[in-house]
């Protein structure tokens, strides 16, 4: 029967709630069976044990309405559970047009931001169709189905709302293409590791002060990346190439890190890295994490000493956008639907040229530039903006 057709049709919403057990789905559908009549939804939520069952069908065709309320009420009671009938006409109204999900991450998700984000909704002019969580550790993760505005005001509105009350707030259109976005492309200093690894290489070399000042500077864009690259690189010359073992084996991941690239590789999509950083290291990343692609600048060695240059291209801030749009070719996935994660000034051009790009632990300029920004120090969080829950991340770990 659809939407039309069922527009004027006298219905019943039956709605069934009590202490949850198996059976009670099958045993209400069961009980109607007997008045032949037909489904028009169904939802069911289960929490803390308590379920609450609602099922909206058509009124009995050769029977007494009467019969099927005493009917019911009776079933119910015999499992000690509560019952309420109440009749209308047609189906659910219909959904707003503009619709999106609202992704809402709390560490903790208080009912004060909860109430904030909600009202914010309501006064851009949507409505809140439905909402479930995505996951409860190791944060709170929700998502609101909203209609009757567009995204991007929506967007805009929470994001705003979002650095007053705390709490992280992704806002996508709806629709399968949410699904097929199927490139996530990553920064690796301070996102997919907890490392700046050039810090690493100099503290080898005796100037880690040094080189943490011009790299901080740098990430907050108030240095040329090319020119500060150079500057630090040419701190390096003179270590013996020995020190790319070491500074392998002290590269720390962040936490997070391999579930996300876990579950994402089993779900389908290809992963990628580019860093300002050195192909000395992202090689033996992509190799350790099974990554699709990768791309750095390289630190020249010459007779077993770093000569303190690079060679080849420079990756920086226009390189990285460059290398997720040929990243994006190579795996045949229209721009639109990639995924780029970042925390840097550097990675800006990467997060605005992706259909979705994620501050993971940003600086508040790249945090007021990205779509959505994530500051829990998670970084599978990100696959909550997604729509994984975490049900799906756990299959993915048994598959």
């Known amino acids: 029967m659809s939407a039309s057709q069922t527009s004027d049709v006298p219905t019943l919403l039956v709605k069934i709630f009590g202490k949850d057990r198996p059976g ?56 000690k559970l509560q019952a309420e009938i109440l009749s209308g006409t047609g189906d659910n109204r219909p959904r707003g047009s503009g619709r999106s999900h609202v992704t809402v991450l709390g560490h903790p998700l208080t009912a004060e931001s909860t109430a ?31 209609s ?65 000042e011009v ?45 996300l690239i876990r579950t994402l590789k089993r779900l389908g999509y290809q992963v990628g890295v580019v860093s300002g950083g050195f192909t000395q290291v992202t090689d033996d990343l992509r190799e350790r994490l099974g990554l699709d692609f990768a791309a750095a600048n390289t630190l020249e060695i010459v007779d077993g000493k770093l000569t303190g240059r690079v060679t080849g291209e420079i990756v920086d801030r226009a390189g990285k956008a460059r290398l997720l749009r040929r990243f994006a070719a ?29 501050a993971f632990n940003a600086k508040p300029v790249v945090r007021e530039a990205a779509h959505t920004a994530v500051n829990v120090p998670f970084l599978d969080a990100v696959l909550y903006l997604l729509g994984i829950t975490r049900e799906e991340i756990e299959a993915a770990d048994l598959a």
């Open 116 to 146: 904030q984000i909600a009202a914010r909704i309501t006064a851009t002019g949507g409505n809140i169709d439905r909402i479930f969580r995505l996951a409860k550790y190791p944060v709170t993760a929700v998502e609101f189905a909203v």
């Open 215 to 259: 790299t901080e500077r740098a990430m907050r864009g108030e240095l040329d990346f090319e020119q500060s690259l150079h500057a630090r690189v040419a701190l390096l010359a003179g270590l013996d190439a020995s020190v790319v073992d070491k500074v392998r084996a002290e590269v720390q991941l962040t936490p997070g890190a391999r579930t």
């Open 330 to 358: 190579e795996a045949d996935v229209p721009l639109s639907q990639t995924v780029a994660i970042g925390d840097g000034a550097n990675d800006l051009d990467m997060l605005n040229a992706a259909g979705l790009g994620v």
């Open 24 to 79: 009670i789905t099958a045993g209400l559908f069961d009980t109607l069976a007997a008045y032949s009549v037909d489904v028009v939804d169904i939802e069911q939520v289960v929490t803390r044990g308590r379920i609450v069952l609602c099922a909206l069908v058509t009124k009995p065709v050769g029977a007494t309405e009467g019969d099927l309320r005493a009917t019911v009420h009776s079933w119910a009671e015999s499992l």
């Open 148 to 212: 009757g505005t567009e995204t991007e005001p929506l967007r805009t509105a929470l994001a705003t709302a979002a650095s007053h009350i705390g709490v992280d707030v992704a806002v996508v259109s709806a629709g399968l293409h949410r699904r097929a976005q199927r490139l996530v492309v990553m920064d690796v200093d301070s996102t997919l590791i907890q490392d700046e690894v050039i810090e690493l290489f100099a503290a080898h070399a005796g100037c880690e002060a040094e080189v943490a």
